[in-house]
């Protein structure tokens, strides 16, 4: 099945701990285009059962390794990755992504060199 990934733009964050005891975002992957997918019913009863609560499920191509360790940014939003899918027969290889929206946000680290 051929996908589209028209919907929009995320990027991919992993978490760093900082010496001051926070955390805060280092970008990974930037601007992976991504298609909305809908939040059924069996994928939204399984995330309560394990207590979260999924608020966006993504499709994006599967071109580089992302974890459920990761925060995606959508629209400015952060979400947690609480899954990453392979579904079987896309062209091209694709990953669903559930995201939970993180309740409270991450610092961004810059993420380019300052003017000297």
């Not at 919907?7 to 909305?36: I, M, N, P, W």
């Not at 999924?54 to 940014?73: C, E, G, P, W």
């Not at 992504?97 to 300052?114: A, C, Q």
Request: aromatic share 8%; charged share 35%; hydrophobic share 30%.
């Amino acid at each position: 099945m051929n996908q589209t990934f028209n919907d929009g733009v995320l990027k991919v964050f992993s978490v760093e701990a900082q010496d001051d005891g926070t955390e805060k975002l280092k970008l990974e992957h930037g601007k992976l285009r991504y298609e909305e997918r809908t939040v059924g019913i069996n994928r939204y009863y399984r995330a309560k059962q394990e207590n979260v609560e999924i608020s966006k499920v993504l499709r994006t191509q599967r071109l580089k390794n992302i974890s459920t360790q990761d925060v995606a940014v959508v629209d400015g939003e952060q979400y947690h990755i609480r899954r990453a899918v392979f579904p079987r027969d896309t062209v091209p290889p694709c990953w669903d992504l559930s995201l939970e929206r993180v309740t409270h946000d991450y610092d961004f680290k810059p993420t380019r060199k300052k003017a000297e």
